[in-house]
């Protein structure tokens, strides 16, 4: 039986500057750094897996096929995105809220999507 997910992994340039920016501006922690690869962990134990890339960057819009972005939970979403705007990070667009949820949408160095998300009530 499939338990969940234990990671998922984003191909870069160089992946050890990708994963010390995680630790860095959204505060992972690197636990496992490979010849190639480096693990971070975020304080719910989700990790991302960072990859040497190959070739180049396709289409990367919050429609392109593929995975479009990854939702990073936040219990003070106000605080945190003055975090990140305080870190320099690149916003693409306002932060909206609806039904209580807040959302806003950035990128990492590399250009792939992020959604910072506080939930009102979790999904079930």
Not at 38 to 52: C, L, N, T
Not at 66 to 89: M, N, S
Request: hydrophobic fraction near 40%; glycine fraction near 10%.
């Amino acid at each position: 039986m499939i338990q969940g997910i234990e990671h998922t992994a984003i191909a870069a340039p160089d992946p050890a500057a990708l994963a010390q920016w995680y630790v860095d501006t959204l505060g992972f922690t690197v636990n496992y750094r490979g010849s190639t690869a480096v693990f971070v962990k975020a304080p719910d134990g989700s990790m991302i897996e960072f990859i040497p890339a190959e070739g180049g960057r396709g289409p990367n819009t919050l429609k392109s096929p593929g995975l479009r972005h990854l939702a990073l939970t936040v219990d003070d979403f106000e605080a945190q995105y003055a975090r990140l705007q305080r870190k320099g990070v690149h916003f693409l667009g306002e932060p909206s809220e609806s039904k209580g949820n807040k959302v806003v949408f950035f990128t990492d160095p590399e250009g792939n999507i992020l959604h910072l998300l506080q939930r009102a009530v979790p999904l079930p």
